[in-house]
């Protein structure tokens, strides 16, 4: 089932395109990079990923695509946007189940931010941007090390933007590619279907706290 909800957020509106499964066993949420949306193939894999794994899918424009902008909003804004969203969500579409959220590039950087804001059971990755490409000084690995939930990253192993190391709850499944992660959708399904299911399927709700999260 395929839907799209124009969703209320601090500032301005927002879209969550739905694909529900039946008997859902949790939900995904995810975002989109900084001047894409939510066609991005990396992302088309990822909700195809999540179906074959059970779980329903929440694609999010943030409230800049959805007024016609590309230049992303600050990050404080990406993030109360992001949690008035997954709230909505939890609610919503999604209630009742246990929500992992996450998104491609930007989009990850967005969902890691908010990881315990969201009460998130978990984070996808998707070619996460460790640093801007060839400035290996200007790191944001410390975004991806705060999340104190399980975390998938899956990284082309051209990526400009760097390749983050394996890490304590933190796994990184390197695949033929680069940003776009574009060149191996098999093994982005794989991986993801892999990470979904080992995961678990409590259909507990998930308890995540009211606010907003900033983040620099």
């Known amino acids: 089932m395929a839907d799209v909800l124009e969703i209320a957020t601090p500032h301005g509106a927002a879209r969550a395109h739905l694909q529900l499964v039946e008997n859902a066993r949790g939900g995904l949420v995810l975002g989109h990079g900084a001047g894409g949306g939510v066609n991005a193939p990396d992302l088309v894999a990822a909700t195809h990923a ?6 329903s899918v929440a694609l999010v424009e943030q409230p800049y695509r959805v007024a016609g902008r590309r230049s992303p909003a600050p990050a404080a804004q990406l993030d109360a946007a992001w949690a008035a969203v997954v ?7 999604l209630a009742g189940l246990p929500l992992v959220t996450g998104g491609r590039s930007s989009g990850a950087r967005v ?5 315990a804001a969201t ?6 990755c998707l070619a996460f941007p460790v640093h801007p490409p060839g400035r290996p000084e200007k790191s944001r690995l410390d975004e ?3 999340v104190p939930v399980p975390v998938l990253v899956i990284q082309g192993d051209r990526d400009p933007f760097g390749m983050p190391p394996d890490a304590p709850g933190r796994t990184v499944v390197r695949i033929a590619g680069d940003h776009g992660l574009k060149a191996d959708r098999a093994a982005l399904e794989a991986a993801v279907v892999a990470w979904l299911s080992s995961l ?17």
């Open 50 to 55: 999540a179906g074959a794994a059970g779980l």
């Open 87 to 93: 709230a909505e969500l939890r609610d919503g579409a």
């Open 111 to 115: 969902a890691c931010r908010a990881a």
């Open 119 to 124: 009460g998130a059971a978990g984070v996808l």
């Open 144 to 146: 991806l090390d705060a």
């Open 200 to 216: 678990g399927g409590s259909r507990r709700r998930a308890r995540a706290p009211r606010g907003d999260r900033s983040a620099d």
